[in-house]
């Protein structure tokens, strides 16, 4: 194969590896453990906080990029909850993306 073919090949090799679907970054095996405290509440059907007074979602089936976000911005104190935010002030991105796929996954 002369240096154009070859170039070529390359060429197309990649551009058919890039247009493939990004499958999500998160490990749901990995998520379940990470997730145990978060199941004290959300797995809890008409969970209520007592005070103040606030409805605890149940998140199993829930997107995954809604989690991640979610997440991302209860670490940053963009979203405020105080429980939530200490939860995940501890989590790395890597345990944010595991937790919402395992919970994504309708868990």
Known sequence: ?????????LTWSLLAL???????QGDPQLGKAKA?????????????MPYPTYHVPKIGGQHADYLVGALKQYRTGERKHGT?????S???DQDIQDIAAYFASGN
């Open 1 to 9: 194969m002369n240096n154009g073919r070859l170039y070529a090949a």
């Open 84 to 88: 939530m935010q200490a939860q995940a």
């Open 36 to 48: 145990s405290t978060c199941m004290g509440c959300h797995s809890i059907p008409g969970y209520t």
């Open 90 to 92: 501890n989590l790395s």
């Open 18 to 24: 890039a247009a493939q679907p990004v499958l999500a």
